[in-house]
């Protein structure tokens, strides 16, 4: 009976030892199984998060590049302006030029019938008194 008893005790023993190998074994392959869900749900968001920062920074290097551009266009711009501008005042000064070269030839010509004027004025009183003898004579 005492052998009897220590063999279903033995044997109690070696199957509770069995379960629990084979719980523990149970529990292992469920806690790595769960890790590797966790780690790829936390590989999956940081994937996306890792994404989203390529992609960020492949927009903020395009933006730049546009700026870029665009700051060249606006210099571009600004000295097609500045040209503009001191074409305009070229203009101006070449207009204002030849008002004043227009104003002063009139002068000249002013200055020059005037002359004229002088000098034939007297031949012309000449040439006046002339005619108005030969005008009377001829009346008379």
Known sequence: ???????DHQQKKLQRKRTIEHLRKETLQCT?????????DVNKEISAVFSNQRQIEDS?????????RQSKTAIKWAS???KFNQSLKEL???ENWAMVLEADMKKIVEVIQFATSKDES????????QETPT???TAA
Do not use: H, Y
């Open 92 to 94: 101006g000064d070449v």
């Open 32 to 40: 790595q199984e769960f890790s590797a869900a966790l780690v790829e």
């Open 135 to 137: 005008t009377s004579s």
């Open 1 to 7: 009976m005492f052998r009897q008893t220590l063999a």
């Open 80 to 82: 097609s302006i500045n």
């Open 122 to 129: 007297p031949s012309v009183q000449v040439e006046s008194s």
């Open 60 to 68: 903020l290097q395009e933006m730049q590049a546009a700026i870029q």
